[in-house]
């Protein structure tokens, strides 16, 4: 199976954060955040695997900083690692200043996403090719992470079969 540049997954959405979409602060729910986020990155690797696929983790979600009301909200992804059939997206959200065109970085986060054919069950992902420094360095740190939400995964599997017995 061919490779994909991650450029081929890259998802950009941008929206206008209004009073509705904050909280007592003026600042954007996270639970939002969190849904642009998911959508980005759902997406993203939808671009890449060309099948369905469905959520499999989001981990290290990082809030930097707020986004204020009449900011504009940036959330950018892209295929950062493959497996057999799942795929580590990268996200991060920016917040811009209109009036000024200023940027700053308000969270980052990685998610998992498991690819599925006709019938619902796992199919295998093209393996994808970082171009960009940024991208290969993601991609070359993409192993340790996922032997960390492994790790992870496995000591709440324990923990609960613990629970029941």
């Known amino acids: 199976m061919d490779g994909k540049n991650s450029s081929e997954s890259r998802t950009v959405l941008t929206d206008l954060v209004l009073p509705p979409d904050t909280n007592y602060h003026g ?13 980005v990155a759902s997406i993203s690797a939808m671009r890449h695997a060309r099948t369905m696929v469905v959520t499999a983790s989001s981990d290290s979600l990082d809030f930097i900083s ?23 997206i990268f996200v991060k959200v920016e917040a811009e200043d209109l009036l000024t065109g200023e940027r700053r970085l308000t969270a980052t986060s990685y998610l998992t996403f498991v ?33 960390q939400r492994k790790k992870r995964r496995d000591q709440r599997l324990e923990r609960q079969n613990k629970k029941a017995d």
């Not at 600042?27 to 959508?39: E, H, L, R, S």
């Not at 707020?66 to 580590?88: D, F, L, Q, W």
């Open 27 to 39: 600042t954007i729910f996270g639970g939002n955040v969190m849904a642009y986020i998911d959508k």
């Open 66 to 88: 707020p986004i204020r009301t009449g900011e504009a909200i940036c959330v950018e992804g892209y295929v950062s690692y493959t497996r057999k059939t799942s795929m580590e």
């Open 115 to 147: 690819a599925l054919d006709s019938e619902g069950k796992p199919t295998v992902v093209p393996p994808v090719l970082p171009e960009t420094d940024d991208e290969k360095w993601h991609y070359e740190n993409a192993e340790e992470r996922f032997q």
